[in-house]
C-alpha cells in the first residue's frame, strides 16, 4: 500500500535503524500492518547469536514502535517538526516464536487510547501463520529540544 519513500515521510528512523520495508494496510486513526523483511545482512546478526541467527525482541518491539509512529504520524497528517515521538511504556509484551533470516516479520498495530498527544496501541506480530509477538506500548509526543534529560 505505502513504499518505503512514504514511510520515511512519517517514520523519522533510516537505515540502519529503519525497521519497517513496506506498509500493507492503514486505517487513519485506526490500525496499520507492516511488513519487516529479516535479512541475514543485518548487522545484529553478526553478534546475536551468530551460529543460529536470531532477531532480537527488542528489535522487534522497535519495529512495532515505528509502526505506530507511522500510524500516529500519518493518521495526525504529518509529523510536527518540533516534537519528538517517543515509546514511553512497554506493557503485557509475550514472545512465542523466534524470527530468523528469511522470515517476513508482519506487525498490527490497533489505537486503543488517545489522550492529546500521547496514545497507547495494542500490537502483534507473526510470521506467516505463526504468532511470534504481542504486547502494548505507551506514546507521547514530546516538543522543544531532546537533551536526554530527566524531566
Do not use: W
Not at 522497535?62 to 507511522?70: K, L, T, V
Amino acid at each position: 500500500m505505502f513504499s518505503i519513500e512514504e514511510i520515511t515521510r512519517y517514520v523519522p528512523h533510516r537505515y540502519p535503524f529503519l525497521l519497517i520495508d513496506r506498509v500493507l494496510e492503514f486505517e487513519a486513526d485506526r490500525s496499520v500492518k507492516v511488513l519487516k523483511n529479516v535479512s541475514i545482512n543485518e548487522a545484529q546478526f553478526q553478534g546475536h547469536f551468530p551460529e543460529k541467527p536470531v532477531f532480537p525482541g527488542v528489535y522487534i518491539i522497535e519495529s512495532m514502535a515505528q509502526a505506530s509512529c507511522f500510524l500516529l504520524a500519518k493518521s495526525a497528517g504529518g509529523i510536527d517538526p518540533d516534537a519528538v515521538y517517543v515509546l514511553g511504556k512497554v506493557a503485557k509484551m509475550s514472545f512465542f516464536e523466534l524470527v530468523i533470516p528469511g522470515d517476513q516479520l508482519i506487525t498490527t498495530v490497533q489505537i486503543e487510547k488517545k489522550l492529546g498527544d500521547n496514545a497507547m496501541v495494542r500490537v502483534r506480530s507473526t510470521v506467516g501463520d505463526k504468532l511470534a509477538a504481542k504486547g502494548e506500548l505507551m506514546f507521547a509526543a514530546r516538543t522543544g529540544k531532546v537533551t536526554g534529560e530527566g524531566p
